[in-house]
């Protein structure tokens, strides 16, 4: 067997010190054979550390893109390290729209993140203009070379393939349109050096992952929100299934 399957939560902004009564029925058993983390926001990271159980590792969503210093509001990837995070979820699509981030950024923060050890979810995926007019390979592919530089010779770094368009609508791509983006970014990940593993988000739920996991080349999910309830058991327990 290689490598086990990756399933991440992330919670984004949705969270509050209740959601993590629902974490206190995630089983072991459900999460067997599986890396498993979820991103919570910075206030909560040091309450999860407490309260998740063992077999769930504690994740940030983001970090800064400076080391330390007079930057009032950022957190840098060393603080999360101290704190107990172990995975970090970087170059996530609403920080690229919403905030702004480009490949230059997010660089910085791959390149201290890995730095600090931390586990690095790097995201890239394509909106519904670049899908449409059929540059979604492109787009994809640059998002992948222009951070080559920080992504060759790393070993804790993943990628998950979110389109942008599937993200929270209920949306999901065809089986044949995942296996056509994931195959492409192992492929263009070999160029570089990348031999992580390259995971699935964008509204995955108990109802779509089992015809997901038909497509043998999907390395795990990241999920929204359905990591805030049993669901994430349950698709767990799919995940661990299909290795």
Known sequence: MGRKKLLGGNWKMCAS???FDTVKGFKHNFFLNNDTFIAVPYVYIQTAKQR?????KVGAQDCSMFNGGAYTGEVCASMLKEMGAEYVILGHSERRMFLGEESQVIASKIRNACDEGLNVVLCVGECLDDRESGKYLD???QQMHSLERVIQGRTNIDIAYEPVWAIGTNKTPTNSQIKEV???IKAWGK???FEGRVVYGGSVSMLNCQTILEVEEVDGFLIGGASQNMDFCMISSELSSAQ
């Open 182 to 184: 994931i195959c492409k």
């Open 139 to 141: 787009v994809i592919k």
């Open 52 to 56: 998740f159980p063992a077999h769930i």
């Open 17 to 19: 010190l209740r959601t």
């Open 191 to 193: 160029e570089i050096g």
